[in-house]
């Protein structure tokens, strides 16, 4: 009978533990890569009825997209919109971070574009959530058939 109490608890510690492991794998798709949030935090709008990461009906899908250089879980979304001067992308972002996305060069076969993950420079408490945000960045002229390059890269401030 002194033993039920330590069987009892070791029984309520390994549902518990249990319960928590499957919140963490939540998150993932049956693919075990990451699932698009339902919301995003971003600085490019989404119409009533888009996905996070999908094109809106007024987009063009960028075709010639070399994402090489991204982490193979790294979003792969890019679209023009309009006169073709304004090039959205998906890009990646986790708990205290903040992504950018910034054009590095333009030529005439060739726009560049870093997204950037901004992380505190300080330890602080932090969510442990990954928000797939829509950013946009302007070109000089319309991107026609131009090859879009992503590059990613985090940084602390």
Not at 44 to 54: D, I, L, Q
Not at 144 to 152: A, D, H, I, P, W
Request: proline content about 8%; aromatic content about 2%; overall charge negative.
């Amino acid at each position: 009978m002194r033993h039920i109490g330590t069987v009892v608890s070791t029984g309520v510690l390994l549902l518990v533990m249990t319960a928590c492991g499957s919140a963490q794998n939540a998150g993932t798709g049956a693919g075990g890569g990451p699932t698009l949030p339902t919301a995003t935090s971003s600085s490019a709008e989404v119409p009533p009825g888009t996905a996070p990461g999908e094109v809106p009906p007024d987009g063009k899908p960028v075709t010639k997209l070399d994402t090489n250089a991204l982490a193979s879980d790294y979003p792969r979304t890019a679209w023009t919109q309009g006169d073709g001067k304004t090039v959205t992308v998906v890009a990646q972002e986790a708990g205290c971070g903040k992504a950018s996305a910034s054009v590095l060069e333009q030529s005439a076969s060739v726009v560049k574009i870093e997204l950037l993950e901004t992380l505190p420079l300080t330890k602080e408490m932090c969510t442990m959530d990954i928000r797939f945000p829509p950013l946009k960045v302007q070109l000089d002229e319309p991107l026609g058939e131009r090859t879009v390059v992503l590059t990613s890269r985090q940084e602390q401030k």
